[in-house]
T-cell receptor, first 113, second 114 residues
Framework: SQTIHQWPATLVQPVGSPLSLECTVE??????LYWYRQAAGRGLQLLFY??????ISSEVPQNLSASRPQDRQFILSSKKLLLSDSGFYLC????????????FGPGTRLTVT | AQSVTQLGSHVSVSEGALVLLRCNYS??????LFWYVQYPNQGLQLLLK??????LVKGINGFEAEFKKSETSFHLTKPSAHMSDAAEYFC????????????FGTGTRLKVLA
């Protein structure tokens, strides 16, 4: 079966510090991968998606970047965090043959102080 | 362009009462539709989905939803609310181009009263 991992689970970082959040998927190959942000009291905003290694599409111009160095690894980064980067970050994957749904990881709670 | 509207950001029901969470969509092509549930500080869990075929779909935890093309709706229902149903619920429509990107609604927080 497939599983998706995210780490860290929680993170508190000062403004101006760098960020690296990692997401890995097990049990499938060549998945589509997604990063979402959920700000307090708001819905889910798609930040990036990837259909293959090195292929990244950005949905919203912002202070963040994403990379996919391996087939089942998706990394969200920032060089300098802003207060507005605080939120709950969710990674998801899709592409299970014959299906269209996305499967979500447990999330990372980021607080920028 | 696709869009999703969830009417009511907060819904309260009594335990044992009917749960009805509303979702309307806009799509120029036949949509794929999904309902997810999110418990505090957790990821999203798929409740049910509509892709093709039967318009009444049943999901986990006793939930079901009916795809009504004429009303562009995909409302989520459960005959009898349980305390454990208290959570946030998201409706989503999928891009069918191969990226499977979702457009999410803004969510409905369900409160179940004892």
């Amino acid at each position: 079966s497939q599983t998706i991992h995210q780490w860290p689970a929680t993170l508190v970082q000062p403004v101006g510090s760098p960020l690296s959040l990692e997401c890995t998927v097990e049990g499938t190959s060549n998945p589509n991968l997604y990063w979402y942000r959920q700000a307090a009291g708001r819905g889910l905003q798609l930040l990036f998606y990837s259909v293959g290694i090195g292929q990244i599409s950005s949905e919203v111009p912002q202070n963040l970047s994403a990379s996919r160095p391996q087939d089942r690894q998706f990394i969200l980064s920032s060089k300098k965090l802003l207060l507005s980067d605080s939120g709950f970050y969710l990674c998801a994957w899709s592409g299970l043959a014959g299906t269209y749904e996305q499967y979500f990881g447990p999330g990372t709670r980021l607080t920028v102080t | 362009a696709q869009s999703v509207t969830q009417l009511g950001s907060h819904v309260s029901v009594s335990e044992g009462a009917l749960v009805l969470l509303r979702c309307n969509y806009s799509s120029s092509v036949p949509p794929y539709l999904f309902w997810y549930v999110q418990y505090p500080n957790q990821g999203l869990q798929l409740l049910l989905k509509y892709t093709t075929g039967a318009t009444l779909v049943k999901g986990i935890n006793g939930f079901e939803a009916e795809f009504k093309k004429s009303e562009t709706s995909f409302h989520l229902t459960k005959p009898s609310a349980h305390m454990s149903d208290a959570a946030e619920y998201f409706c989503a429509v999928s891009d069918i181009s191969g990226t499977y990107k979702y457009i999410f609604g803004t969510g409905t927080r369900l409160k179940v009263l004892a």
